[in-house]
């Protein structure tokens, strides 16, 4: 991973990371413990939250914490938090990142399987914010969520992301609202195509079709997992203090336009 725009700008703050044993939520986590806070992450298999927690502790030189946790469980989210203030005093940074999605369309979708989506986005990160209140850092606490384009603009056979990631978005905001008074602060992030990733992974297997989607992208590139972490950063320092309740799209400027993901046609050369 490359190096954190400032090595020091969570020092001494304590991150736990919902979903952060791989991909996005694995490079917010290791950005946090670069930029000098301890890190608990969480995950649904044990093996991967070991192999994350020996990933941040190779990255950043210090301890962390990597715990098997489901965030449908809420005893056991409240649980996997009680005992990273057990190991690190304190939380002030929480980012809600695990997620569940797959294309589907709505007449193709098993009431089970739009429940499993709402459950793991939406009641997971109601589930890691409210077991988190207590043992939050007050006032400077700063949580994240991780969201998606498809909250506010209709993508097809996403209609279950959609709906779980729309209440998310709502959650969110209505926490900055009610806990601000108490110095907590929330935002979310919507990443758009990421290098590495699973969305872009599906993208790939046709290069034909990985072309079309760089091509709708007015940056005309994908962005990268640091990019997404170095945002997460800067929201939980102190350079964005007076920042909450927003939605930060870092999507190249993806979803500037009429349609998602349809803003732009590749450019004709």
């Given amino acids: 991973m490359s190096q954190c725009f400032s090595e020091n700008l969570l020092a001494g703050k304590v991150a736990f990371v919902a979903g952060g044993t791989r991909g996005i939520n694995l490079g917010i986590a290791k950005a946090f413990a670069c930029a000098g806070a301890r890190v608990a992450v ?46 690190f005093g304190k939380i002030d940074i929480l980012v809600s990142g695990a997620a569940g999605n797959f294309f589907s369309p709505i007449v193709g979708l098993s009431a089970n399987a739009f429940k499993t989506v709402v459950d793991i986005d939406l009641i997971g990160t109601f589930n890691v914010f409210r077991a988190s209140f207590d043992y939050l850092t007050k006032p400077g606490a700063s ?26 978005n709502m959650l969110t905001k209505t926490l900055a609202v009610e806990w601000g008074p108490a110095g907590v602060r929330a935002n979310l992030i919507v990443p758009g195509g990421i290098e590495g990733t699973e969305g ?26 640091t990019e997404i972490a170095d945002t997460a950063v800067f929201l939980c320092s102190e350079a964005a203090s007076y920042i909450t309740g927003q939605v930060i799209y870092v999507d190249g400027g993806t979803l500037t336009g009429n349609g998602a993901y349809d803003c732009l046609r590749p450019l004709k050369r």
């Fill in 42 to 87: 969480i995950g649904r298999d044990a093996e991967r939250a070991a192999a994350a927690q020996a990933d941040i502790e190779q990255a950043s030189g210090e301890s962390a914490l990597g715990m098997s946790c489901d965030v449908r469980d809420y005893a056991a989210v409240e649980t996997a938090i009680k005992t990273t203030t057990e190991a």
């Fill in 143 to 168: 949580l994240i969520a991780i969201t998606a384009g498809q909250a506010e603009h209709a993508v097809p056979f996403q209609a279950h992301a959609a709906a779980a990631k729309a209440g998310v």
């Fill in 200 to 225: 872009v992974k599906y993208l790939s297997s046709s290069q034909d079709g990985l072309d079309e989607a760089i091509g709708r992208v007015p940056a005309r590139r994908l962005g990268t997992v």
